[in-house]
């Protein structure tokens, strides 16, 4: 069974552009979650995919969007960029309902100059 | 790593000992519990979970108690191995019509030799 893959590992960027991060969900999954984790913190929920489509959202500003594709794989996309968006990214997948474990990958390290 | 721990709580035990982590939740009408570990440079990794309907649910060496009556929750480890050293995260899904975690501070925990 493959697990849930994330890329890249590291990332450099500067403040004002763009990224695209990328997650392959764990396989018999098709619900897809992403989160952040500042240093030091535990994850923060920032949306969920299910169905290709975006089914719940927290805290995070509309320059954090993403997609999910049919083959449950999912982006997650930072425009405007600030230097507080450095961060752990995590993706996890699961299957749909509420007491679904979700399976988390080993996340993409965002740094902001 | 980078993701886990500069102020974490920190619980220090000897090999071999019984370890207990304990985590209170926000949310009386959170449904779904799951503990996670994370090591350094790592996502966080499924290790229990506890539906609400249950107050106790044990696997392999680990063991968590759910109190809802104080909103409490507890990971016990039974003979705690060096390996198990990594931040222990507790999550309670949100019944919010999809599953959003959130995720309780973090205790890191160090096992000596």
């Known amino acids: 069974e493959t697990g849930v893959t994330q890329s890249p590992t590291h990332l450099i960027k500067t403040r004002g552009q763009q990224v695209t991060l990328r997650c392959s969900s764990q396989s018999g999954h098709n619900t897809v979650s992403w989160y952040q984790q500042a240093l030091g913190q535990g994850p923060q929920f920032i949306f969920q995919y299910y169905r290709e489509e975006e089914n719940g959202r927290g805290n995070f500003p509309p320059r954090f969007s993403g997609l999910q594709f049919p083959n449950y794989s999912s982006e997650l996309n930072v425009n405007a960029l600030e230097l507080d968006d450095s961060a752990l990214y995590l993706c996890?997948?699961?299957?749909?309902?509420?007491?679904?474990?979700?399976?988390f990958g080993d996340g993409t390290r965002l740094s902001i100059l | 790593g980078e993701s886990v721990g500069l102020h974490l709580p920190t619980l220090s035990v000897q090999e071999g000992d019984n370890s207990i982590i304990n985590c209170a939740y926000s949310?009386?009408?959170?449904?779904?519990f799951i503990w996670y570990k994370q090591e350094s440079g790592k996502g966080p990794q499924f290790i229990i979970d506890i539906r609400s309907n249950m107050d106790k649910r044990q696997g392999q060496r680990v063991t968590v108690l759910l109190n809802k009556t104080v909103k409490h929750l507890s990971l016990q480890i039974a003979a705690t191995q060096p390996g198990d050293s990594a931040v222990y995260f507790c999550a309670e899904a949100m019944n919010t019509g999809f599953q959003k975690l959130v995720f309780g501070t973090g205790t890191r925990l160090l096992v000596s030799p």
């Open positions: 949310n009386s009408a959170s449904d779904y």
């Open positions: 996890a997948s699961s299957r749909q309902g509420m007491d679904q474990p979700q399976h």
